[in-house]
């Protein structure tokens, strides 16, 4: 119960502040184009699974490069029983932005999961940089069933074998298990004839 009041406490802290997402918190509505592998998604279509979303970019950038076969697998792994992972693309490219080449990126990253643009990096401003010196812009979120934040990466990379990969797929697993029970407790129950 502690905890519960200790992360309610430090959500409202960062609310006032203007300071992007933190645990314990509601995500707001995700503002991106161009989707790939999917029909456009509303966060709120989401409800009932559990959000794996990540911000990356390419082709410079070897922490997504790196990152890609571990989203890859949560995916293959963890959609049957529940999870959506979501990608969004954020341009840092001197380059003009050409959805194609993202297309063909998301390809090469081996992508099958929904994709968008976040063009100008509204969401991701609005979820994590909001009045924010990051070190890191390919954050990852963890969103429970009901759309609240429950782990954040904070960037950087994650690979199957070290310390963050298996945090992450700890906490997948937990949300996954969670979302069961509250499906199991909400159905009708039977009557007996």
């Not at 989401?46 to 070897?62: E, F, I, M, S, Y």
């Not at 890859?72 to 963890?78: C, I, M, Q, S």
């Amino acid at each position: 119960m502690r905890s519960a009041v200790c992360i309610a406490f430090l959500a409202l802290c960062f609310r006032l502040h203007g300071a992007g997402l933190a645990v314990g918190m509601v995500a707001p509505e995700w503002s991106v184009t161009n989707w790939l592998n999917s029909a456009p998604l509303r966060l709120a279509d989401l409800r009932g699974k559990v959000v794996l979303a990540r911000w990356w970019t390419a082709p410079d950038c070897r922490y997504c490069a790196a990152t890609a076969p571990a989203l890859n697998e949560f995916h293959k792994r963890y959609a049957d029983e529940g999870l959506a992972v979501v990608a969004f693309y954020h341009h840092k490219s001197a380059d003009p932005l050409d959805g194609r080449e993202v297309a063909r990126h998301a390809k090469r990253f081996g992508f099958k999961f929904p994709v968008a643009i976040d063009l100008d990096w509204r969401t991701l401003q609005e979820w994590w940089l909001k009045d924010r010196d990051r070190d890191w812009t390919s954050v990852t979120f963890l969103l429970d069933s009901k759309g609240v934040v429950r782990h954040i990466h904070p960037g950087g990379q994650f690979v199957k074998g070290d310390r963050s990969y298996r945090e992450l797929e700890e906490k997948i697993k937990a949300l996954l298990a969670e979302r069961n029970v509250q499906r199991r407790s909400e159905r009708p129950l039977r009557r007996a004839r």
